[in-house]
């Protein structure tokens, strides 16, 4: 294997700063092969690297080792000077702190070359290659990354082997001590087999556990670098990778896909500058309005604890008697029992971002934004009828669709659409915008597409890539940035404390499927099953020993956007409290605009799906109070 272009070999810079000679106090890099210094002739820095990059250390002769990896310790030490005593301070400590108030801002971290890369380096015998160890590390790449082909396998023309890469001779017997004997613990490749076998089940998401993907781009069809510098709106034209995962909400792995439920979707972006989730739902507003209440909304749609039923379904008392006791739910309820809920495929179903969140351009200045998916093939449900009888003939009907529409060739396609505007507009309108009960209804905001989103790839494997794939709406890019709405505050908080668990620990980002194309260089080291090899000894920051890097990003990187709304806060409002602002409190107008909206034929689905539900609901009294909840919308509904 031939090694990597080194900086060390082809640069012309005098290295004799770094020189310093055999006698100058310098730390022991130890072992056998360390030689006193003063019995080899002195030579310069770059001629001691160039001797010690070369295959001198791989020699049979161990005396020839020996005395080359003194040298090359020798150039490593005096590499190591050089390059922590070009970083002689923490430059960048004042611009940490808010002085003459002026607000910081971080500057790019303070870095340094290395003369020789073996400074940086962890052993100054990552040059002997094998085929295992490859080549080292590229300066500043990290291979872990990139493609996913590197993670695919095929297995034609191949033998079967062991997880240890051991051929198995038989997969049909165990070993056993005679024809009529016990099975032998000895038998590692029957252990192996059901051992991988008895922890193939990962824990299902506790919520969205049923779900569908496939690979795709978001392509950039309008400018709007005026508004946001975010990487996929780059350029017209510019061309994204997405991994989009749709789903339904309560039910488990393997319930029906034509269930009344709201939808979600979700689309990671891999964008050139990490990855940016949007991770939205098929309907415009949500549940609740604050993180407080999502567990008991969720405990009260799944199956009822004592007896685990039903599956898959709102019709039941739990339900209801936390709907009919939370106003604030009353607008998503209209939704939930429109046709919106029983979606007749998933290329036919539209998403949003659901909270509004701020779209930041290259000057900083931020702009409020929802985010609309609009299916180009339109929005079309099931008719109730039809989506019961599917769920018994056909419960993968929508996973089937999707799968046979994109192997098929007729790609599902929809548009990004946004609606933007501003702080001062939002706060005039009579609802707040923070409030994740309320659209923006597109009268006061018109939508404008932006991009497109193209569905052309199924995954290779449904458990690596579907199943492992982790959606997190912390997870945005310089240009995307949140709101307060306290619902998205929560959220940026609930899914990476359950992927932890899910996916079994901190390093889950490893995953093929969720690793960015972005590189990833850090100091978060170990933890269970990390993949990456990380080169070098330093894993902290500031540094100097490994030249500052990796350094912070100053004015490139991830900027929050200073807050504005929180003007809005009354001078004489507690800064610290537990509550909602005044406008949150209506929880009915815009339920009415939604059924308002509705054909006579849409509203008779609505009447059809709320008897079916409360006909299900075994308490009288929690069916009352459901009707009286309905009467704040329509009387004619609730009679
Ligand atoms: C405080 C409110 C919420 C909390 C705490 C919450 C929490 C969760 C959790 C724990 C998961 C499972 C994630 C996993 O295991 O990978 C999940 C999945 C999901 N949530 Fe939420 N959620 C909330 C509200 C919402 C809202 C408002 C939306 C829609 C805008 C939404 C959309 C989704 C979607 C689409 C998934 C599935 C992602 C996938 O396909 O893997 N959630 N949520």
Redesign the pocket.
Known sequence: MTDRKDPAKSSSKDPAPAEKGAGSAKQSMGGPSAKPRAARPKRSLLERAATALGSGTSSDDAGVRNLAAADRLDAKVDATEALVAAIPENVNKPAEYALRGKVPQPPQGATAKPENLDATASTITESNESEKNGAKAAPGENLNQGPLQKHRADSLGRALTTNQGVPVGDNQNSLRAGLRGPTLLEDFILREKITHFDHERIPE????AR?S?AHGYFECTEDITALTKAAPFAKVGKRTPVFV???T?AGERGSADTVRDTR???VKFYTDEGNWDL???NMPI?F?QD?MK??DVVHAVKPEPHHQMPQASSAHDTFWDFISLMPESTHHIMWQMSDRAIPRSFRTMQG????TFRLVNEAGQATLVKFHWTPVLGTHSLDWDEAVKIAGADPDFHRRDLWEAIEGGAFPEYLLQIQTFTEEEAEKWSFDVLD?TKIVPEELVPLRTVGRLVLNRNPDNFFAETEQ????TQHVVPGIDFTNDP?LQ??N???L???LS?LGGPNFHEIPINTPVAQIHNNQRDGFHRQTINRGRVNYEPNSLAGGCPFQAGARGFASVAERLLAQQASTEPTKLRGKPEKFADHYTQARLFWASQTPIEREHIARAFRFELTRVQTQAIRERVVRMIRNVDEALAA
């Open positions: 998401r506790v919520v969205h779900g993907g995962r749709f789903s909400v979600g979707f979700a991770v939205g739902n949500f609740i993180p999502f567990p949003f971002g659901v909270h994740p794939v982790a959606f997190c619902l929560g959220r908080f609930s899914y404390d359950t992927q899910r």
